[in-house]
């Protein structure tokens, strides 16, 4: 009994480490977010779980703006090198005409949504919606 259980508490406590394995960057898809006047293109971004991704966040105007998903980043593991792209509140900062890469894999299912939190461009319709499957 004793070896059973320890057995299972081996396992327990190795399931989150084989989850947060490093993802092959390598076999990562490109998904293009442009940022304008108060809209993201695509305003839908459709994921998987375990997919890592190069989510390029282009500005095509002289404003500046920022893609924030804290729920998103939070169920997900972002590449080391661009921790620091992301801010402790899940947001992406993009300078006016600007191109900031993140490399991110999903880890979780769900609806994730995401805004501009700069003044007004979220009422002005800048948001929008990630589906992870």
Request: proline share 5%; aromatic share 10%.
């Amino acid at each position: 009994m004793l070896a059973r259980t320890a057995i299972v508490l081996a396992l327990f406590f190795s399931t989150p480490a084989l989850a947060q394995a490093a993802p092959d960057w390598s076999k990562a898809e490109t998904v293009n977010i442009g940022l304008s006047s108060y809209a993201f293109t695509p305003s839908t971004l459709n994921l998987r779980v375990g997919q890592p991704y190069h989510l390029v966040f282009a500005s095509s105007v002289t404003k500046d703006h920022n893609f924030a998903a804290p729920e998103l980043f939070k169920s997900g593991m972002i590449a080391d090198a661009d921790k620091a792209k992301v801010s402790k509140d899940g947001e992406v900062e993009v300078d006016d005409g600007g191109t900031v890469t993140v490399d991110f894999t999903p880890q979780n299912a769900g609806t994730y949504p995401f805004t501009c939190t700069h003044f007004m461009h979220a009422t002005l319709g800048m948001k929008g919606t990630a589906v992870v499957q």
